[in-house]
């Protein structure tokens, strides 16, 4: 993979956080400056097949404590793209079985000399617990059912490449709102940047109360779909279900899943979207996974540009701030631009 070495990338002057927990605190001005900041490293890595050394020296730590694929592995290549090392951690197989904490197990892992730790875990606000303890930035890759901001960001750079942007566009969350942290991201980060969301799933799965915070609320999906741009059919997380929802699979399927059917009465241009793992024939049938309006795959490639983006932005303020616990050494250093 070619290295273009150094290059000089003007540090956004209203970025100023040092970490990324949560889309529902960021201004619509930061999701601007992390979404147009994606795009750029995209456009310099060659839509990512080319190495920057812009955050040559520091290391990222992956600190995962659930299942992932696509954001454990995109993290790591977002970094290792900008020039930095990497570290893996999952708790199978760490000293958390020996009975260590959470806390104590990133500190361990701060004290090799990251600059990063991405953390997911089962648990909402660890990543947010971890921002008070540790001086490196914190990132969330999925607390719970509470966000996933790397996720939203990525689904809406996705749509913003294809729609030019995101205000004023009918974007639609279809599936399990109630244990969705993508649905959670997206939401927040949707409604800041101007665009109509419609929560639509089985009353068991969407809460009323959605409305009463200027979400759509809607039951059925045949009746919306004339009016979408955009699709994001969710997962139906079953790990996180404590009872049953809805009474089978097929009757979810028959009632909520994109299918061919669907297709032939939704807009011409729609875009059909997934974070991913799909569940083929649950959430959304072959034809249309795999069919000409789906950005599934392109989702994946954008979530390494959101990443560099993050880590790029973070570590930048950082750098300027010095030491979230002490002094400042160097309060003027600038973020590394080569
Ligand atoms: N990969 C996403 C997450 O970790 C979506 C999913 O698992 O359904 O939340």
């Known amino acids: 993979m070619p290295d273009t070495g150094a290059t000089e990338l003007p540090f956004p002057a209203n970025w100023h956080r040092r970490d990324l927990l949560e889309l529902q605190c960021l201004r619509p001005d930061e999701i601007q400056t992390l979404l147009d900041t994606a795009q750029t490293l995209k456009d310099l890595t060659g839509g990512g097949r080319n190495k920057l050394s812009l955050l040559s020296g520091k290391t990222c730590a992956n600190l995962f404590f659930e299942n992932s694929t696509r954001t454990r592995s995109s993290f790591s290549l977002a970094a290792k793209r900008l020039g930095a090392d990497t570290l893996e951690f999952s708790s199978a197989g760490s000293s958390v079985a020996k009975g260590e904490t959470f806390v104590d197990t990133a ?130 997380q079953f790990e996180r279900q404590q009872a049953r929802y809805f009474p089978s699979v097929h009757e979810y399927a028959a009632l909520y899943a994109m299918n061919a059917d669907r297709m032939r009465r939704a807009k011409q241009d729609i875009l059909i979207m997934a974070p991913g793992p799909i569940n083929r024939g649950v959430e959304i049938t072959p034809e249309v996974a795999d069919g000409p309006h789906s950005v599934i795959l392109e989702q994946v490639t954008n979530g390494i540009a959101v990443r560099m983006a993050a880590l790029w932005l973070l570590a930048g303020a950082a750098d300027r701030q010095g030491s979230r616990h002490g002094e400042s050494e160097n309060p003027q250093t600038a973020p590394q631009a080569s």
Request: proline share 5%.
């Open 107 to 236: 500190k361990t892992i701060q004290a090799m000399g990251v600059d990063w730790v991405v953390t997911r875990h089962n648990t909402p606000g660890t990543p947010q617990l971890l921002a008070r303890e540790l001086d490196c930035s914190v990132l969330n890759a999925g607390d719970g059912a509470h966000e996933h901001p790397t996720q939203g960001l990525l689904d809406m750079l996705t749509i913003r490449q294809h729609r030019g942007g995101l205000e004023g566009l009918t974007v639609a969350l279809v599936g399990d709102i109630a244990h969705s942290r993508t649905a959670r991201s997206n939401l927040w980060g949707l409604k800041k940047m101007g665009a109509h969301v419609i929560v639509c799933g089985p009353p068991t799965l969407v809460s009323p109360r959605w409305a009463e915070i200027g979400f759509e609320v809607a039951h059925s999906l045949d009746e919306i779909l004339p009016r979408c741009d955009v699709l994001n059919l969710l997962r139906i």
